[in-house]
């Protein structure tokens, strides 16, 4: 009778402590759920939303460490916890992750407010590739216009014989002509400001927006009052705790810009050559020269690699940097030629402050 009582009230022991369980986790999840979950594009953008979310707020980055922008391809897994999302933070400057799957990402969970970090940055332009063969199709169509040239000068001395012969039959032709003169030169003014129309449009699209904005602190103080306001709509009653990170963190990056400068004080106009061109608005905001090996993931031509080898030779420059997950086979070559070296910089690195001060030693290191 004892055992019995004994292997009962072990039994009601081992519910009560799996029901305390359930309830633990329960109240766990729940806590979590309590937690503005936001998703971003990139690391450093992590770092934007921890440093004003702290404990506050949950993060996953769709490209991971280590991953390229540019080629990454979204997990089943990343859409599935993106389904639970109640914010994104898209760069929104035209990073090739984005261009591909931010449409999709937004299908998957049409109820999340979308953050775009870039609102208010003025974006800038990369350098577009040299044309090799621009001298050899101008060749081309200047021999052409000469051909056309000789053509129209047979044709017209036909036509001026032809006339002689039906002078009667020219003139009717030429009082219609001038009757529908005013007609065709309005046709030509509407051409032509549709041409001019169309020239704008196709000078717009050819120009490719640089979306490295996070690589200038200045900017990056941009995109943290854009997520700070986001944070603020979707978890209003954590506003003042929210604000007061928010502050501190922008205190944090004026300082880091104040040391830059003064790391670089003395290096304006100076010149470092990058295999892919991450660093623009850095190099804007601290007014170097960024010289690129690859431009919009083209490798350069042969002219183009002795065109960098000169520039380099001519100003001194001893150091290529590079970025990890790219090619570093013609970074290496130009290197080679000059007596110089490759050195890696990370413009996606989540430890944003101290990554900007690494980056800043080894650039004042490379510049001419």
């Known amino acids: 009778m004892n055992r019995k009582k004994l292997i009962f009230i072990a039994f009601i022991t ?33 770092e934007f939303v921890e440093k004003i979310g702290g404990d506050e707020v949950e993060v996953m980055v769709m490209v991971p460490p280590g991953a390229d922008p540019h080629s990454y391809e979204v997990t089943p897994g990343q859409l599935r916890d993106l389904s639970n ?16 799957w931010m ?33 050899e199709e101008h060749e081309d169509e200047h021999d052409h216009a000469n051909e056309s040239e000789e053509e129209h000068g047979e044709e017209h001395e036909d036509e001026h014989d032809h006339a002689n012969e039906s002078e009667e039959e020219h003139e009717e032709e030429h009082d219609h002509a ?3 003169e005013e ?18 449009e196709h000078d717009h699209s050819a120009e490719s927006r640089d979306p490295h904005i996070w690589t200038s602190p200045k900017e990056a103080q941009v ?57 623009g608005y850095f190099a804007d905001e601290y007014s170097l020269e960024q010289i690129s090996v690859e431009i919009e993931g083209k490798e350069p031509s042969v002219q183009d690699m002795q065109r960098l080898i000169d520039t380099a030779k001519e100003k001194n420059i001893k150091v290529i940097f590079v970025q990890s997950g790219f090619s570093t086979t013609s970074a290496q070559t130009i290197a080679n ?3 110089g070296e490759v050195v890696e910089v990370d413009p996606l690195a989540k430890d944003y402050i101290g990554n900007l001060a690494n980056v800043t030693a080894a650039f004042e290191k490379g510049l001419a």
């Not at 309590?34 to 690391?43: A, C, E, G, H």
């Not at 603020?232 to 954590?238: F, G, I, K, L, T």
């Open 14 to 46: 081992l519910c009560f402590a799996f029901v305390s369980g359930c309830i633990d986790e329960q109240e766990v999840s729940a806590s979590s759920a309590d937690k503005p979950f936001v998703v971003v594009s990139v690391l450093p953008e992590a």
């Open 85 to 100: 999302a109640d914010m994104y933070v898209k760069v929104g400057s035209g990073l090739s992750f984005e261009n591909v």
């Open 103 to 135: 449409d999709r990402l937004m299908e998957v969970n049409p109820d999340m407010l979308v953050v775009d970090a870039s609102s208010g940055v003025h974006l800038r332009t990369m350098e577009a590739h040299s044309h090799d063969h621009e001298g």
């Open 178 to 180: 001038n009757e529908s």
């Open 183 to 200: 007609e065709h030169e309005e046709e030509h003014e509407d051409e032509h400001d549709h041409a001019n129309e169309s020239e704008e």
């Open 223 to 279: 995109m943290v009052e854009n997520i700070y306001d986001g944070l603020v709509e979707v978890d209003p009653e954590n506003t003042d705790f929210y604000t007061q990170n928010k502050n501190a963190y922008i205190a944090e990056l004026d300082a880091a810009d104040a040391n830059i400068r003064e790391t670089l004080a003395g290096e304006e106009g100076s010149s470092f050559i990058v295999y892919h061109p991450a660093w």
């Open 337 to 339: 030629e000059i007596d």
